[in-house]
């Protein structure tokens, strides 16, 4: 036996070897933004990976990779992913858009699925939890328990699914605090503790009493916290350890069922690139609890919204509303629709300041 | 646009709140240059400072001994650096590199069991009389101690490095560690010394970031001030007095455009945004025009051989 066949030999045991592994193995892989101990987005995802292990056990594999920057270096990640025979890869940032459909086209047989954002092929499907839905209950909260009428809101990048939030919150606000005004700080960084901490102080020296935020850590509630009679809410994760303050209510994102589902698919053969965009409804979005801090009819007001959202009575952008430069965006009774809502760039009437661009 | 939301006093003060962490850092990292030695793992020692302290401060109660952790925390990990590069003369740019990634990989397992805790608060000075002035009291005297702290290590670093005998060796080590080892110096033993000075700092860096300016642990949370303290040092000429400059201005110019921003000032997001880099990149450029320049070993490899 020479050498080569030798060799050739190994090489094909190898391979039944590991197509024998793939077989009975799905492998799933994720790709996240910031660190699994972010306490908020990042957790929250990992916390569906997680749940994804349980419910198939020995039937998939995980893996992950955090840390992940937005750009060039994704795409290796995600290729690197691939090459190791994953069969189905979540890419959860909204900047991971245009290299997961990159990656996609050099593996085919390879399923992606991209959180938050828009491009969608033959083998990449999109989901993304409708947020807004959540600050719209929010806002209303805000709107209630501020003080100084001055809310203050941390913005990380000019996307439409920030600015949906920044429009819903605020609608919500001002529909029970007509006096309300909001002040925007874009941090420019999903996850930068420092940074966070600083932007929610500086909104709290400049009057605002209820902070919201759009960044991943946990810092602005910190900040909150010490200084006294501010008020926050959880972000993506439930951040439980601030409550009943500063911490009053939350946005949960509960990807559990989805990662499950998509799983599912990929395992029976009957993966379909699709375009998930669920809500509070059917439980991607939660809220967490509403403290005692809040006043009993706020919280009720609150849950009611809750509810009539989550049974379609009420779409949280509903006319009339008009743009920020006052021209008409929705009639009266007229709701928004999902495509001008995925590609929202414009505040409605009554924000201040300019949209990055 | 309101700017009269701006309060001065409060944005001074803040500023020197945020330029700290980088000022701690990068103060270390000049001694450590200024010994000849390029070490390019402060993000990772500023991170293991950052749970260090923590994680002792949540132990004991007390944040005083959870800095104290926090420099020694720094120290050891800079010693990995030190026997990579000083006894195995190892390439100190990839050394200072793995020493990031693995301080970053090492403060998330020591971590682990801090997620969510609130560490002791660290009290503000209320220096009597002082601290009552108006405005300068808020800006100058109503601190933590490390603000203090930080002032005067750029204070003793200087006046170590320019007038004591113990300054000379060191810059005589980094400008020239051959003809240092002729004149009988262990280059060696000062540059680890040096070394761990510097991973001491950066700790101590991170730990302000965990235990005052958060002030809770999440992993990654020092998110680059590590890259920020050594390009202070580069810009700043190897000088003290200009990584003080260069750590105000910048701490400065990130307080301050969040605060533009926050009162709608009408000026594009993106342009504050790089303020703060392009601010204290062109100050230290024009200052640096003089004829300072990099040590003259710094990073090359010192063998007694050679």
Known sequence: MTITKLLAGAALALGLATSAVAQDKTKVGFVYVGPVGDGGWTYEHDQGRLAVEAHFGDKVETTYVENVPEGADAERVMTQMALQGANLIFTTSFGYMDPTINVAKKFPN????????YKTAENVGVYSAR????????????????QSNVIGYIASFPIPEVIRGINSAYIHAKKVNPDVQFKIVWAYTWFDPAKEADAAKVLIEQGADVILQHTDSKAPQAAAQAAGNVYTFGQASDMAEFSPMPRISSIIDNWAPYYIARTQAVMDGTWESDNTWDGIGPGMVGIGEITDVVPAEVKAEALALKDAIAKGEYHPFTGPLNKQDGSPWLADGETADDGTLAGMNFYVEGIEGEIPQ | MDL???SPALLLASLMVAATPILIAGIGELVVERAGVLNLGVEGMMITGAICGFAITIETGSPAVGFVAAAVGGALLSLLFAILTQFALANQVASGLALTL????LSSLLGQEYVGLKPAQTPDL????????PFLGTVLFSHDVMVYFGLALVAAVWAVLKYTRVGLVL???????????ALGYKVVRIRVLAIMFGGACAGLGGAYISLIRVPQWTEGMTAGAGWIALALVVFASWKPWRVLLGAYLFGGVTVLQLNLQAAGLAIPVEYLSMSPYLITILVLVIMSADRSRAPGSLGRVFHASG
């Open chain 1, 110 to 117: 390879v399923k992606f699925e991209h959180a938050t954002g």
């Open chain 1, 131 to 146: 947020f807004y839905e959540g600050r719209a209950i929010q806002g209303t909260i805000a709107g209630h328990m501020t």
């Open chain 2, 4 to 6: 009269s939301a701006i």
């Open chain 2, 102 to 105: 693995f301080g970053l990989g």
């Open chain 2, 126 to 133: 209320h220096i009597p009389l002082l601290s009552d002035l």
């Open chain 2, 171 to 181: 810059r005589a080590v980094g400008e020239n560690h051959d003809a240092a080892h």
